[in-house]
T-cell receptor
Framework: AQTVTQSQPEMSVQEAETVTLSCTYDTSESDYYLFWYKQPPSRQMILVIRQEAYKQQNATENRFSVNFQKAAKSFSLKISDSQLGDAAMYFCAYRTNYGGSQGNLIFGKGTKLSVKP | DGGITQSPKYLFRKEGQNVTLSCEQNLNHDAMYWYRQDPGQGLRLIYYSQIVNDFQKGDIAEGYSVSREKKESFPLTVTSAQKNPTAFYLC???????????????FGDGTRLSIL
């Protein structure tokens, strides 16, 4: 079974600085998808960025980018020019592309990001 | 606007009572999911449905039941067999996987369930 590990329960960053959140996963599959979701205090889950395993190019969305290392099974999220609104829980998630559970997300336990003014 | 509506926002359950959480989507998505979130935990999958009139157990289905009689609706019942129901419950949906397995899940705003 696949697992997702976020080793940093909490992180802190100064406003306008850059922060990197770590995520590692375990799988024997070669084709899958990875996601980062943000959960602000309102508790709504918001998609931040997605990565397809067969694409070597790292995904970027404005100030958010990933460092996808397939061989190392690592999928870190970099937030540049951090803003106060970035303060939230961040969840890394894995999605298989095979079998009856195709489409199901497996989540890490999350990293709570604080942004200091 | 298209989206997912969960109701109620807060729900209280008495001992031995079954309660039902509502989830409705107007995104025309085929697949729907229920997750449970506890403090310090990620989201854990309770049940999922990839098509109307069909659903599958997730990782923590015991004490829960669902139905999928309509494409847009996927209610979750927390039964009295669930001894620790206090948690935050999130419903999600996604497009038919044949259209692209990279499509993300879209989430509702959640329901917080507490025991009286």
């Amino acid at each position: 079974a696949q697992t997702v590990t976020q080793s940093q329960p909490e992180m802190s960053v100064q406003e306008a600085e850059t922060v990197t959140l770590s995520c590692t996963y375990d799988t024997s599959e070669s084709d899958y998808y990875l996601f980062w979701y943000k959960q602000p205090p309102s508790r709504q889950m918001i998609l931040v960025i997605r990565q397809e395993a067969y694409k070597q190019q790292n995904a970027t969305e404005n100030r958010f980018s990933v460092n996808f290392q397939k061989a190392a099974k690592s999928f870190s999220l970099k937030i540049s020019d951090s803003q106060l609104g970035d303060a939230a829980m961040y969840f890394c998630a894995y999605r298989t592309n095979y079998g009856g559970s195709q489409g199901n997300l497996i989540f890490g336990k999350g990293t709570k990001l604080s942004v200091k003014p | 606007d298209g989206g997912i509506t969960q109701s109620p926002k807060y729900l209280f359950r008495k001992e031995g009572q079954n309660v039902t959480l509502s989830c409705e989507q107007n995104l025309n998505h085929d697949a729907m999911y229920w997750y449970r979130q506890d403090p310090g935990q990620g989201l854990r999958l309770i049940y999922y449905s990839q098509i109307v009139n069909d659903f599958q157990k997730g990782d923590i289905a015991e004490g829960y039941s669902v139905s999928r009689e309509k494409k847009e609706s996927f209610p979750l019942t927390v039964t009295s067999a669930q001894k620790n129901p206090t948690a935050f419950y999130l419903c999600a949906s996604s497009i038919n996987l044949l259209a692209g397995a990279n499509q993300p899940q879209h989430f509702g705003d959640g329901t917080r369930l507490s025991i009286l």
